[in-house]
């Protein structure tokens, strides 16, 4: 048997014609018309009763109507599962941060591979922007929000830095002898850091393009470094300070540094760096964004991978 004639059983059934059957299934009414004879041969059973152009089920034809409704939705969803499971396999491609890669991708990796066996992740550690364009990746982390304008983002955290240093740096190192750890690849915690040089009396000890180098430098009892909360938390002998009042802070909370003041850049309406007098919190926060080029969002994997870095990121 032909499962197929199963759907044009359906059909003639709920448009009673083999006229209106015909256009909408695409095929021609004579088509229509072969495919209920052979099914009625097949089975052995007569299924409708002609009534002129109208088609009105029989009895036989009442009750297997309601079996061939059953058998219809077990193939769809035959159908429906075997794409899935075609579809939710092969490779997706991610460019993030390497720390955020590190600290925080890798350890979610063996949850979602439990449940999606047959996607291969390629992590990249990029700390360029990747051209979604040129399909250097499917999904993209980022710290800074793009400038194109077709391209899927979507905010999915906030990354909260802080100035951190090794307990016994605060303890056998003069105050007037502290020294920062630079993190150079970040133009705002560049820049942040370079404020307390230039009016705070503050000299850079070290130099480094690479996060991970300053938190270790950081660990080694080298300077106060900037960094993300949740990288600082690794060592348990980083504590955070004030570099102005240069204490010891008990809390991250913006609301117990609202009256330290720092000089901070930022862009006019022009494009133009302008230096500013305000209050800043000594605890930073800068959004993280997962983007992707609108085409890719049609693919299976691609759309399972996005919704699961949303949930795994939790910063």
Sequence with gaps: MDWGDLVFFICLVEEQ???ASAEKLGVQHSTV??????????LGLKLFNRL??????????????????EVQKQVNTFERLAYEQNALQGSVVISAPPVLANELLIKA????????????????????????????????????RPEQEDLLIRTIGQVKYGFFTHRHYIEHTPKGDWQLIEFSANNRLANWLQLLVSDHGYTIGLSSNDLYVTYSAACKQLGIAILPLFLAAKYT?????????????????????ANDTIYENEDDSMGNLTTNLKT??????????????PDVRRSARVSVVAEWLGK????
């Design 17 to 19: 014609t083999l006229t």
């Design 33 to 42: 018309s072969r495919r209920i004879d052979r099914l009625e041969s097949r």
């Design 52 to 69: 002129g152009k109208r088609y009105q089920l029989t009895e036989e034809g009442e009750y297997l109507y309601a079996q061939a409704i």
């Design 109 to 144: 990796i063996p949850t979602f591979k439990e449940k999606y066996p047959d996607i291969v992740l390629h992590l990249r550690g990029d700390l360029h922007i990747s051209d979604l364009h040129r399909k250097e990746a499917d999904i993209a982390l980022r710290l800074q």
């Design 237 to 257: 002998d980083l504590v955070p300070i004030n570099p102005l009042t240069k204490t010891i802070m008990t809390s991250l909370d913006a609301e117990h540094t």
């Design 280 to 293: 800043v919190p000594l605890l930073h926060s800068r959004p993280l964004y997962i983007v992707m080029h």
């Design 312 to 315: 795994a990121i939790s910063i």
